[in-house]
């Protein structure tokens, strides 16, 4: 059984930044692909960025692509989404997601392990 608790969301202007986090715990990290997914408030849960087991493959969604960055660090059962010139419209609940498929798509149904989710707050 995995464990994943985000940390880091917040309230920013419109344009800034923020640095969310995902640490992992109960199993063996680097044997997930890891995702981030947001869900705004009366619409449903999409994908954000993914990264294989290894760090080496990365994938966005288009809407965040040139802004967000995903990483991890395995050593410290950890991933990350670097968020830059944040938009309003990126205001939801951030979650990260764990798959042990490292072929699996990138939709909530598809994930074996869930946070409990971080507000990310983007005023204008």
């Known amino acids: 059984q995995v464990q994943l608790v985000e940390s880091g969301g917040g309230l920013v202007q419109a344009g800034g930044s923020l640095r969310l986090s995902c640490a992992a715990s109960g199993g063996t990290f680097s044997n997930y692909a890891m995702y981030w997914f947001r869900q705004a408030p009366g619409k449903e849960r999409e994908f954000v960025a993914r990264i294989s087991s290894s760090g080496g493959s990365t994938y966005y969604a288009d809407s965040v692509k040139g802004r967000f960055t995903i990483s991890r660090d395995n050593a410290a059962n950890t991933v990350y989404l670097q968020m830059n010139s944040l938009k309003p419209e990126d205001t939801s609940v951030y979650y990260c997601?764990?798959?042990?498929?490292?072929?699996?798509?990138?939709?909530?149904?598809?994930?074996?392990?869930w946070g409990k989710g971080t507000l990310v707050t983007v005023s204008s």
């Open positions: 997601a764990a798959d042990r498929s490292p072929f699996g798509r990138p939709i909530p149904t598809a994930m074996d392990y």
